[in-house]
């Protein structure tokens, strides 16, 4: 008895639930009242797979080497003066978001990680600081630190945040499928990587690095 008294009590809820929410499709427009839920449901026309590779040679590529700076340099100026690293050169498109850099280098490489499906490629930290620097190869990748730090890319050019979330999504499949694919599980002794890539400001002082462009080689 009680249970079937808990069924229609949950019955209840969910039809109230949706009775005060609206759902709006991705071509919608329109003005929500007060207190409502607005849904959004994935739409066919846009592409975030066709938008990135489209633009990858001709914009992204671009920005992200004329923007870059060296990474080094980027870490002494963070150590030494983090608000002028942030004003010179982080970048952040709301106030509440961590600030992105656009960084490269050429660096020994220390260890490459299979441990978890976010596989890092650690860079020697004796050229850098004493904190965390690592490239992340994939198969997964975190955060969306190269869409954040493109200047053409914005969520007001978008229909909505399901859109935006797309471009961060597919931009780290591409990075997965064209970027970080050739390597393998291990890597040659005395190899250095050069690289160009995109960090977001991690609280604990972590440089962890989406590449954009990356290059493996045997040191002497």
């Known amino acids: 008895m009680l249970k079937r008294i808990f069924k229609i009590l949950v019955l209840i809820l969910i039809i109230s639930f949706f009775a005060s929410c ?5 071509d919608e427009k329109g003005k929500k009242s007060q207190g ?17 590779k489209e633009n990858w040679d001709s914009q992204i590529i671009p ?14 100026l963070l150590g030494s003066d983090q608000e002028e690293a942030e004003k010179k050169y982080g970048i952040r498109k709301e ?20 441990d978890s499906a976010v596989g890092y490629l650690y ?10 620097c690592a490239i992340q190869v994939g198969p997964v990748f975190k955060l969306s630190a ?8 914005n969520f007001g050019d978008f229909s909505n945040q399901i ?43 972590k440089v962890i690095i989406t590449p954009v462009i990356l290059d493996l080689s045997t040191g002497e």
């Open 36 to 52: 409502d839920v607005t849904f959004y449901f994935e739409s066919k026309d846009f592409d975030a797979a066709s938008y990135v």
């Open 63 to 76: 920005e992200i080497r004329d923007n870059a700076v060296q990474l080094e340099d980027l870490i002494d």
């Open 123 to 132: 860079i020697d930290q004796s050229d850098l600081s004493d904190g965390l």
């Open 146 to 153: 190269v869409r954040d730090a493109l200047s053409f890319i």
């Open 95 to 114: 106030d509440t978001s961590p600030y992105a850099y656009i960084v490269k280098g050429e660096y020994a490489v220390k260890e490459l990680n299979r």
């Open 22 to 26: 609206t759902v709006v499709r991705h």
């Open 163 to 205: 859109e935006f979330a797309n471009i961060s999504r597919e931009i780290n499949f591409y990075v997965r499928d064209n970027v970080t694919a050739g390597l393998g599980d291990t890597v040659p002794e005395n190899s250095r990587v050069s690289f160009y890539g995109v960090f977001l400001m991690d609280k604990e002082g």
